[in-house]
C-alpha cells in the first residue's frame, strides 16, 4: 500500500495535533486527567482495526475502560480478561459493561468455517459451539452473510451471559453494587451501533432476559 512506510511517524504527527487541540479546547485536560481515572464504562470489544473506540460515541480519554480481544469474548479461563473485569467492577466500580460486537466479525466467520487456524480455533471455540447449538435456527436463514451477522449477534448476547454468570459480577450485584451489562453490536457498513436489548441489571433478570434476546425475531437485521 502507498505511503505504508512512513505510517509511524504519521502517527507520531498526528497524535502531537491532536493533543495540541484537545488542551486548546480543554486547557488542563491530561494534567487533570493523569491524576485519577473514573470511566463509568467497561467496553469489550472486538480487536478488529474497522471497529472505532473512543471517537465511534464521542467520548474523550478517561471515560472508557477498554477490553478488545478477536470476537469481543469473555472467558472463564483468560485471565487477562478476567483481570480486567475485576479491576473494573471491584476497582474502577464501573456502572455499565457493555459487550460489543460488529457484524462481519471475522472471528465469527472463522468459527463458522471451521477452518485449521491453531490456536485461533482455541480461542474461538467457544464461538463454534454457539453455532452448533444453533445449527437449525442460522441453516433457516437465507444466505451465509445472514448467518455470519445472526452469529455475530448470538456471540454477543452469549458473551453479555458469561459476564453475568461470573462470580465477579454476582458477588457485585450481591453486595448491592449498581451495574448493568448491555450487548450492542457495531455496523462496519454505517458506522452504528445497534443496541441488541439484552441489558441486565440484576442477577434474578439475567437468564430471561438473554433468553428474550436470543429468540427476538429481529436477530440479524441490520440498522436503518
Ligand atoms: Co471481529
Redesign the pocket.
Known amino acids: 500500500m502507498a505511503g505504508d512506510d512512513d505510517i509511524l511517524p504519521r502517527l507520531l504527527a498526528n497524535n502531537r495535533v491532536w493533543a495540541a487541540e484537545v488542551e486548546r479546547d480543554n486547557p488542563g485536560f491530561f494534567e487533570r486527567l493523569a491524576h485519577q481515572q473514573t470511566p463509568r464504562v467497561l467496553w469489550i470489544g472486538?480487536?478488529?482495526s474497522r471497529?472505532p473506540g473512543n471517537e465511534s460515541i464521542g467520548l474523550m480519554p478517561g471515560e472508557i475502560f477498554f477490553h478488545r480481544n478477536?470476537?469481543?469474548q469473555m472467558q472463564m479461563v483468560d485471565f487477562n480478561g478476567l483481570a480486567v473485569l475485576q479491576y473494573a467492577v471491584d476497582w474502577l466500580r464501573v456502572r455499565h459493561i457493555v459487550i460489543c460486537?460488529?457484524y462481519?466479525?471475522?472471528?465469527?466467520k472463522t468459527a463458522l468455517k471451521q477452518n485449521e487456524l491453531g490456536l485461533l480455533n482455541n480461542w474461538l471455540h467457544g464461538v463454534g459451539e454457539l453455532s452448533r447449538k444453533h445449527k437449525a435456527r442460522l441453516d433457516a436463514l437465507a444466505d451465509r452473510q445472514h448467518r455470519i451477522d445472526a452469529l455475530?449477534e448470538l456471540n454477543v448476547i452469549e458473551q453479555v451471559r458469561n459476564v453475568c454468570r461470573n462470580p465477579i459480577l454476582l458477588q457485585a450485584w450481591r453486595r448491592g453494587q449498581e451495574i448493568a451489562v448491555h450487548g450492542w453490536i457495531y455496523e462496519l457498513h454505517s458506522g452504528r451501533l445497534k443496541d441488541l436489548e439484552a441489558t441486565v441489571e440484576a442477577e434474578r433478570l439475567a437468564e430471561a432476559t438473554l433468553d428474550a434476546a436470543v429468540a427476538r425475531p429481529s436477530l440479524s437485521s441490520r440498522p436503518a
Open positions: 472486538c480487536s478488529d471497529v478477536i470476537a469481543n460486537g460488529h462481519g466479525c471475522g472471528g465469527v455475530c
